[in-house]
């Protein structure tokens, strides 16, 4: 997993990632884990059944993309959660991570601006 600061130019980091062949998908932000797991749900177009938990997000997560092509995954605008919901932010960071670990096809990018 790579954490990216505030310089960071995600339409470059999302274009670099589709000149790669990857699958690409961007989600923005979150003030609150709940709004972040909201923020996941509209960012990866999951269907109104998604449970809304970390459980639920690593389940997605491990199963995110299509078979045989690499994904990349941006979770954008992350700074102001970090800020207000330190708790949220690491939780659904382990979660990011621990799924990022299992998955040799999976890049997941966390910028924090």
Not at 55 to 74: F, I, K
Not at 76 to 85: K, P, Y
Request: glycine fraction near 8%; charge should be negative; charged fraction near 25%.
């Amino acid at each position: 997993m790579k954490v990216l600061g505030s310089g960071t130019d995600v339409s470059d980091l999302v274009d670099t990632a589709e000149h790669e062949g990857r699958q690409v998908y961007l989600v923005t932000g979150g003030v609150d884990k709940h709004s972040a797991l909201v923020a996941f749900a509209e960012g990866l177009a999951l269907p109104d059944w998604f449970g809304h938990n970390l459980d639920a997000l690593a389940d997605v997560l491990r199963e995110l993309g299509s078979p045989g092509r690499a994904v990349t995954l941006v979770w954008d605008s992350v700074a102001h959660l970090r800020r207000t919901d330190p708790t949220g932010y690491a939780a659904l960071r382990a979660v990011l991570e621990d799924v990022d670990a299992e998955r040799p096809d999976l890049q997941v990018c966390v910028v924090l601006r």
